[in-house]
């Protein structure tokens, strides 16, 4: 290690109970000899959070420095459908599954650290990846005094066997079938499953079926298309079938319709923060259905002025969050401009689901903007004079025929 | 009419051979008293062309005044590849199939204008929508002195029944399944078909499944998927499962397979450069393999620098096509740099085809960006010290924590 | 008159109480039979507003038709402070003098219009300029039914000996130094006088002394500098050396500092909206201050981020407030960003105003983001570690690294 | 220092022949007991070199390791005069004189280690500035395995103190003058002197005269303006009243001209990359007088669509440059475009220099765009047709109707 160790009296661990961030228990508590408060988050992975209490108790954690939270509907209101109203897509594709978690887990965190006094955090994640980053912005940007730990940049257990070594060294079980490499690593949250390494690291072989855990393949999916309406307010969506349902309830059903029709599925090859580009594959069920559906609706509600600029800032909205800059100014002014536009983005969107596809058939609004008088072939009542047409036309070509006649002229 | 009719005396008349046009040709014989010259495109709208020619000698056009030409390979190499280089979707999903054909077809009308001393051009788009903005735009930028005819701006034949009757008067032949009003309008070419007005009008109601006539069904599509390989080289594709072919086959072939899996239906409603908002229904079954089957290709040869401006410039370029600004230099400017981005954007693309959706399921190039060396989880030889990361994470937190603790002292 | 004259029973005119808006005023009478309805502003263009007044009464308005309102207040805070928020410059260079005051003027003669239940608005800009753009949109995007009324694009009065006829026709007085023609035309309010045309119009001719109207010649202005303060909140100027002012009282202020230093002097070749180029020279004495000033506020409290964000929006704001999209909601929702980044830019910039220059010279803020400690040469107690600026560095770099390699592999 | 020193053979140093780099020199040699190469370059800064060769030899440095380059050329035409093109100004007001010396300066130190077989460059930047980072992008973006020493990051001589004694040590001559410290620290080229640190830290605090040395005051500037005219071909500067230049000459004549009228000073806090705000004062008299005649000779050459393009883009080319990524692929993209917008920007520009301003006061150019029929208040026989503006503004204004109307019914 190359700088001493800090001084440090107590630290909250972002602790999943699994194998690895149990080592880093243990390994906080040996090297720092600080007291480890572990908060366990449930984001909608999947896993129950239970086995991690009794995890950290067996680690030695003390009972009142066991953290467990549902954040299951603040994750989705206040981080993924903000995310959404921006249709944000990483790189022109990518629907930012992991990146948008990082904020919250490391908020919760920073707010328990305050509460219990402690003067450090400390995250799982690796050396090479994004979401170090994520979590470290989001810790400064809170707390700026607070001191990271990031064991996987810090200790020496750089292979598989020194990491079982110590662990068994320190008495943390480890499962069977944690023995063997995992042929890929995973994360997951009501968002996304995202799997990469090992068996995905040749960006030109296909994926292997055995990696996907959140939606079939489409080939398995039913044979009937399912048309679902999705209800919107303001920007976010709200009910489906008519059902209304908050945030995180409405999340897990369209995963579970994502689910059935095989939707959702991105094979990608992406360029990381750090510097270098990786592949990996992404399941968004539900999100890929909500991206196409809010797109849908705002068709209908958005005047093309904020459109547009919602259209140009998006990548840039969306690098922010990829890099981890979500509590930055620029992301929180972005923001800002994105939630305003969506006061009319209201109605709802009828969209098709089948075998890998969600594709919109049909939406209405009682704030459209659509005019059916306007847009008719035959001349209405309405207040659209074809020769009008004429002089938008003469007026836009003025500037390029007076550039044509002095391009001729240099010639 | 609000002006007194221009004087002239020679008009070329883009003709498709169709009812429509052939009223504009009889119209502008009779209005403006000037000779009529032709110009009938194969763009890959999938129409024999010597219908054209006979109806046009019917009408009383000299033959040397009939131009039919064979546009799909300059179509596809200078208008399509250029446009997907970019990556270019307006609006966040439309491929802009009938944006990319305006300016070809008005560029090659106002070669033949000078050719045969033409002091006017003429085309059959209405006073609605997108197009006549296009066709004018580019003859004006081309030749800045042109002048205009747009019948559906100028004459009085407003409605279905003074067109038929303007036809019978003049001799012009009516189709019997002309004489009813099409239930939908349609413009194709080798990128597309699209489809609107009349049953499509309504933005909630699906649209019905007589309307495609491009790809099937995703139900009706094949139960099995389908994988191709498109080569590129320099962001053009360049072959379909190593075989090579010239940019008009290679469209065909996308157009066909996308065909028979279902792949390429858009239900959209758009903003017109006009004002008023439209829906459409767009068939591009090759155009979108072809683009996810270039974004497969650039993620992996593509610099992120390069990667990211390209994605931030995408909007306003697409903006620009679909405004019908191609032979402007702004378009031309943004061109010169996404064609430059592509210099290594060579290599091949797997993609499957199945019921609709169109997937990256690998990829592999020679001037490949991706190392593994440096992305996998074991630290190794490479020139990656995850103590960098956290050198980084700092100096790109510094602002971030300076000014959380400027906004504790305002607060 | 290419259409017939619409239905009009009332209009609301943006009458100066000059030769041309009484020629105007007139012509609605005669023309459309009308009611009219005068609407006289004090923007700060420096003019008596009563004999506007007595103007209207004698050519036959009755007394409760005729508004006259000091808007100087309404002006600067609403319009003015707003735009210089954004550091708006058109084209580089240009500080929006004439088109910031455009949409006050016609939501004033809107409101009006509501008021006196008028069915039509009219103004005086001509045909050829921006103005006519931006008052028609403004009127548009309020009342969206709205009559409008643009006489230079309707009436046959082409020439000014037409216009002098008709004035002498209808009883309106002309001062005798109306008689002939202005060497130049001018528009002026608080924030700036512009003058084009005629004498202005050959670019490579140096704008005659007898133009300037609200600045000195830098080579009349004293010898000595004048040093000022200039205290912000919420990045709106409030106090000048430590008095405060409002909003108009303190641009009036600038004005007059401005004016005898002779700052503020610009000779610009612009691009007009509606398609052509054009030369003005405009004179914003205060708003120069005021914007270097501003930015002068802004360095020093305003993240870096942010920053940056708003330079790279700037352009587009500034072209939509050339352009006349005032009321948008692209302009609000940039509004909204730029306001919101204002939150903390507070505080006092120094300024030297000598001889046509205004350059910041000290700025001090309780929010201060400058941080002496981390910007010293000496490495202190500070969170900022040398060597963190290597891996910054490293990880910076990969990409490019990675790219030489692979570049030299294509070459 | 964290990490044991690399095995370096042969280094390539960018030497000055100062103090401090003497001491890298000496350094470098003790430290890493490698062969070292000097390399010297002339770029403006307004300094012999031959006391550098000769202080090199006096070191030890082998006579055929010793390189002295003139780059003034080199470094206006491919550096200075591209960057003038764009109009380049980092956070609204910077012209990046000491940005873009840094990647000619590496550029050449690369090219030396190839010519020599050196494995590693080495730059006499700070830990805390901006240099270290352009050094080391363009070092490795050049030759990616290069080996990097940045002695001011690794070394311990952290003080001044320390310095000296390791200057006495070392048999290092040290100039009278250099025994206390700087009251700030300078660095100079033919675009600008930057002047920063100490007396210039407290950004509150007027900067004291004597740290000016490359302009007069305004207040010593000549009583009487000069005028001057610029010549352009295809953007970049020619001539100077009518006689032809080379890049440096041309340069050095503004300079000098910039100079005595006292013009290009900027009181500056500004954004470092690296994370932390800085205060500066740079001196740019020649760049600052180009920065205004380039824009002057592009108002009247430039279509809007390109003008309003580069402005657009500016921010993010001027930040590319500050931040150090002249050689990467987005910055040349960018370049790219920019160039080819100049292809018609050719023309002159006069010029009026006084006490500290640069005004454009008249452009003439054989390619202009301006057309004094099309902006004549007269309508003449051009092709501008008042009523077009109508039609052009209803269909600008038609989204904007559409939309109250929705919004009031939302309300």
Redesign the interface.
Known sequence: M??PPKKISRVVLAYSGGLDTSIILKWLQTTYGCEVVTFTADLGQGEELEPARQKALLLGIKPENIYIEDLRDEFVRDYVFPMFRA?AQY???YLLGTSIARPLIAKKQIEIARAVGADAVCHGA???GND??RF??SY??????IQVI?P??EWNL??RTALLEFAEQNQIPIAKDKRGEAPF?VDANLLHVSSE?KVL???????PDYVFSRTVS??QAP???TIIEVGFERGDAVSIDGEALGPAALLTRLNELGRVNGIG?L?????RF??????GMYETPGGTILYFAH??IE??TL???????K??L???YA?LIYNG?W????R???Q??ID??Q??VTGTV?VKL????A??????S???????D??????GAV?????????????????????????R??A
């Open positions: 190359s700088q249709n790189e022109g594709l690796t050396g090479k170090q980053v470290e912005l400064y940007a809170l707390e700026p005094d990031a996987w940049r750089t292979s690593s390494g690291e040749d960006p030109a072989e296909e994926v489409p080939e044979d009937r298309a599925r094979d990608l090859v992406e360029n750090v510097g270098m580009k990786s592949r797109r849908g068709q209908l005047d093309r002025g904020a459109a547009h600029l259209d140009e998006m990548p840039r690098e800059f509590f930055s100014p620029e929180e002014l972005l800002g401009l305003r536009s006061e009319f009828r089948y075998k890998g596809s594709s919109v058939v049909g939406r209405a009682p704030y459209s903007l659509y005019d059916q306007l847009v008719t072939f035959e001349e207040a659209y004079d074809h020769r009008d047409a004429a002089g938008f036309i003469k007026l836009n070509a003025l500037r390029l025929r007076t550039l044509a006649k002095r391009n002229r240099g």
